[in-house]
């Protein structure tokens, strides 16, 4: 079943209408402008937009999507990743949507999207997205950064400590036992007194520690020489070796970007000097972490907890990753970003992208050189 919706002015209607789709592929929603109201826009490029990955339906419900009046919009809510797969969904579409980084495009998939011109990318970070093979092309990539109104920083740093209050208090379990009949059979753990480890102390990982000193807790940071540097200029410690890092800390929460320099950079010896009493907690991204490498020092007891937010293979579905099995991982799909008011900022700014490239005069463009090939 697909949902089609007439955008007129800002008002939708749904009218649904029959069309196979896989149980992985949720039914798309799709706007058109009646064939009636066209002529309004014969002078202006209409573009046929399709949005990928779209899980909790919020392109559609962001204030700016009434900006695309005039355009044809199809929606995907699925979780597919296959490239031919995936470059069936885009179909036709001259542009594509593309939320954070939540679905590799290789070159499989660009190549087999024969009318696709323009890609708006939320966010800065595109090693998703096989940018030479849409350069190659003559297509068009913008990305965005926070988007107006602000930073999306405080939803991942909200998250983090959800993550750690909820794992060190035991919270999904005994909620979960209280709807089964049962009454209190763990105890928590208190965050005053204890220390936090931040590695990387920017954006995200200066805002966990001023939170943590609030709760009472010693802050200990570690990183590169300018992220330890901005740290004691705010007043917190820096770890005097990576082994006393691990050793020392009771919660280590990671900041770190996903790039070659960051890749496994959190390795099993270091995991193996934390406390068996310690957590680790990642809202950042999997791969700072080899592969497989938390799942074991998790069943190793040091760590003796994990929190998760972030997987080798995104999205995880089918529960495939063995930290999903384990009782002392909590684990969450990638939520970090996931917010009302994030959504608004990423979809204002790529529904301006869209918009600024059908007016002829794209804007925020990361591959210059496809323009020369337009």
């Known amino acids: 079943m697909t949902f089609v919706g007439i955008l007129i002015g800002c008002d939708v209607g749904i009218l649904p209408y029959d069309r196979a789709s896989s149980s992985e592929e949720l039914p798309p929603f799709q706007v058109i402008l009646p064939h009636s109201l066209r002529s309004q826009y014969r002078n202006s490029t209409i573009m046929k937009i399709a949005v990928l990955h779209d899980y909790g339906d919020m392109f559609r419900q962001a204030k700016a999507f009434g900006k695309l009046k005039g355009h044809e919009v199809v929606i995907h809510r699925g979780t597919e990743t296959e490239p031919v797969k995936l470059a069936a969904l885009a179909g036709n579409a001259d542009a594509l949507v593309l939320t954070q980084q939540r679905v590799k495009v290789p070159r499989a998939a660009i190549e087999r999207m024969s009318q696709l011109k323009f890609i708006a990318q939320t966010g800065r970070n595109a090693y998703h997205l096989d940018v030479d093979a849409c350069t190659e092309r003559g297509i068009v990539v913008s990305f965005g950064g926070t988007g107006p109104g602000g930073s999306n920083f405080a939803s991942t740093v909200e998250l983090t400590w959800g993550m750690i209050i909820g794992a060190w208090r035991h919270m999904p379990f005994e909620s979960e036992r ?60 820096v770890a005097p070796s990576r082994e006393s890092f691990y050793e020392n800390c009771d919660v280590i929460s990671l900041h770190l970007p996903a790039n070659k320099d960051t890749y496994g950079i959190v390795t099993p010896e270091d995991l193996a000097r934390m406390k068996p009493t310690a957590m680790i907690v990642n809202t950042s991204r999997a791969p700072i972490i080899g592969t497989g490498v938390l799942a074991q020092a998790l069943k190793n007891g040091r760590p003796g907890y994990g929190a998760v937010d972030v997987f080798d293979v995104e999205p995880l579905v089918g529960a495939t990753d063995p930290l999903l099995a384990l009782p002392n991982a909590l684990c969450t799909p990638h939520l970090g970003y996931n917010d009302f008011d994030a959504f608004e900022r990423f979809y204002e700014g790529a529904v301006d992208q869209l918009l600024a490239f059908a007016a002829g005069s794209p804007v925020s463009v990361l591959n210059p050189e496809a323009l020369q090939k337009r």
């Open 178 to 237: 209280l709807k089964q009949g049962h009454w209190q059979s763990t105890v928590g753990t208190s965050l005053y007194g204890r220390t936090l480890g931040i590695y990387a102390y920017g954006h995200i990982g200066s805002a966990v520690a001023r939170i943590g000193r609030a709760f009472g807790m010693k802050i200990v940071c570690w990183g590169r020489e300018g992220s330890t540097a901005k740290a004691r200029a705010d007043g917190f410690d």
